[in-house]
């Protein structure tokens, strides 16, 4: 079992950045792909980024490639999200998830655990 809790969220104007946090609890932390997704209101959940267990292989949400960056530090249970060049699009809530196994996931479903999710919003 790992648990997630998010943070780094907050209020930025469009063209800034942000770096969210997701920690996690228990001993495998690095048997787990994570992944970031993101919702906005009247909107269904959707991927943005993904890292493999080991860090070595990412993933992008076309429309944030080159603007995010996902990353992790296993030796502190942490995963990262370095969000650049934002956009007012880019406002939604934002969850980390993890999922055990070396395939990256990029669909909500195949993700076993969820933090609580972070604010993040983008003003014009």
């Known amino acids: 079992q790992v648990q997630l809790v998010e943070s780094g969220g907050g209020l930025v104007q469009a063209g800034g950045s942000l770096r969210l946090s997701c920690v996690g609890s228990g001993r495998t932390f690095g048997d787990y792909a994570m992944g970031w997704f993101r919702q906005a209101p009247g909107k269904e959940r959707e991927f943005v980024a993904a890292?493999?267990?080991?860090?070595?292989?990412?993933q992008y949400q076309d429309s944030v490639k080159g603007r995010f960056t996902i990353s992790r530090d296993n030796a502190k249970k942490t995963v990262y999200l370095q969000m650049s060049s934002l956009k007012p699009e880019d406002t939604a809530v934002y969850y980390c998830a993890a999922v055990r196994g070396v395939v990256l996931r990029t669909t909500a479903s195949e993700y076993d655990h969820w933090g609580q999710g972070t604010q993040v919003t983008v003003s014009s």
């Open positions: 890292i493999s267990w080991g860090g070595s292989r990412t």
